[in-house]
Nanobody, 112 residues
Framework: QVQLVESGGGLVQPGGSLRLSCAAS????????MGWYRQAPGKERELVAL???????NYADSVKGRFTISRDNGKNTVHLQMNSLKPEDTAVYYC??????WGKGTLVTVSS
């Protein structure tokens, strides 16, 4: 049974940082394209960051230079380091393996 469990969300002030984690079981993050997506209230889910099997990373224009996706093969975990957070980054963040498997999400709220 495949499970993706996100953690690390919370309330942070503008300009602050958070590190999200996605712990995978029943599937290897090393041999899947792993992505972070987000969905803000009233908006569609969008891709935030992707790391491919080969290690190539891609980012939404809105987060380039601020967010970093990484993969820990030993812990079978994917991380999203988020710096210089803005109120418009507020959303539920989801981890996905190949857009086939999804976690339940973790809420990130950026507010003063």
């Amino acid at each position: 049974q495949v499970q993706l469990v996100e953690s690390g969300g919370g309330l942070v002030q503008p300009g602050g940082s958070l590190r999200l984690s996605c712990a995978a079981s029943g599937i290897s993050v090393r041999i899947n394209n792993m992505g972070w997506y987000r969905q803000a209230p009233g908006k569609e889910r969008e891709l935030v960051a992707l790391i491919t099997i080969g290690g190539t990373t891609n980012y939404a224009d809105s987060v380039k230079g601020r967010f970093t996706i990484s993969r820990d093969n030993g812990k079978n975990t994917v991380h999203l380091q988020m710096n210089s957070l803005k109120p418009e980054d507020t959303a539920v963040y989801y981890c996905s393996a190949g857009m086939r498997y999804w976690g339940k999400g973790t809420l990130v709220t950026v507010s003063s």
